[in-house]
């Protein structure tokens, strides 16, 4: 339980600070949450997923594991477009938001950590695994070709949404770790890749609260944040039907992964904002779907770590 609890006091405090910093840093803390989010995805991020999945053991379990995750997220990104058009009759940049908040979902700043904190660091490379396989072709293919089909203004095109998904470093982390041989995967690098996933949480964090600052100031997230019908359907469906979905898929095979049973209930993450602004979505369900889907997720594992062995 100690554990937790300091994941998610770094995640709060590193939050609270980041919000707290942002109407007293340039540009609203632009530039710097722009330089701390690169020397993330290219300094820390691909030796983390290097580090953890070198020693990655595949198995039919968590190959078949990463088809259910699409399926999961597919399922509920479909209900989640049924309900808020033909449900809530919602305008399209309010059924956009609800689609992308379901399907872009946190498993890299949140799910990392709790992974390791809940399910100890042998879980690790699954995690990492979901992280790379489903979560970033899900934000940079899926999320972006939602936000352009229902946004008010259009952004990447095909091309250079699979630009980016190829430039993606710690992607290219995965594969290396993947390929590389038994001497290069030493037991060491579970120590390192441990460490690492704790580094993430405050920097990352802190880039999330320079966002959510320059939303509340913009007045597209309040605090508390507003509970609205299509932002309690986004938590519903995010931290409830998605991961009933896999649980059900996962009784299918006997080896699924115990880290993925986690991602799939992890928080709407927090690039759904970036999206939105993007192409135009409701920025105010967006804010708020990602504020209290982390909330919540947070005190649903400080509450249930006593229960985990």
């Known amino acids: 339980m100690t554990r937790v609890l300091v994941v998610a006091a770094i995640i709060a405090v590193a939050t609270a600070v980041g919000i707290l910093a942002e109407p007293r840093l340039p540009e609203g803390g632009r530039p710097l949450a722009r330089g701390l989010t690169r020397a993330l995805l290219w300094g820390v991020m691909p030796i983390l997923y290097f580090c953890a999945v070198a020693r990655l053991h595949l198995t039919a379990g968590v190959g078949v594991g990463l088809v259910f995750a699409y399926v999961e997220t597919a399922t ?25 908040c379901v399907v872009v979902v946190n498993t890299g700043y949140v799910g990392l950590p709790l992974t390791t904190a809940l399910l100890g660091s042998g879980q690790l490379p699954f995690a990492i695994a979901w992280d790379s396989a489903v979560s970033a072709p899900m934000l940079l293919i899926v999320a972006m070709s939602i936000g352009a089909a229902l946004g008010t203004r259009g952004a990447a095109t095909r091309g250079v949404q699979l630009r980016a998904l190829l430039l993606n470093p710690p992607l290219w982390g995965v594969v290396a770790g993947l390929l590389a041989p038994a001497a290069l995967a030493p037991a060491v690098l579970d120590d390192i890749s441990h460490t690492l996933v704790y580094v993430l949480i405050p920097f990352g964090f802190f880039v999330v609260g320079l966002s959510l600052g320059n939303e509340s100031e913009e007045g597209s997230l309040t605090f508390p944040p507003a ?14 039907v998605a991961p009933a979905l896999l649980v059900a898929l996962a009784l299918l095979v006997h080896d699924v992964p115990d880290a993925y049973l986690l991602q799939a209930a992890m928080p709407c993450g927090a690039n759904a904002v970036l999206v939105a602004h993007l192409y135009g979505l409701d920025l105010k369900i967006t804010s708020s779907a990602v504020a209290w889907s982390t909330m919540l997720v947070l005190v649903a594992a400080v509450v249930a770590s006593p229960l985990v062995v």
Do not use: Q, Y
Request: glycine share 12%.
């Open 227 to 240: 509970l609205s019908a299509p932002v309690l359907t986004v938590l519903g469906l995010r931290l409830l």
């Open 76 to 100: 509920a990104g479909l209900l989640a477009w049924l309900i808020a058009a033909r449900g809530l009759r919602l305008p399209r940049p309010g059924v956009g938001a609800v689609v992308v």
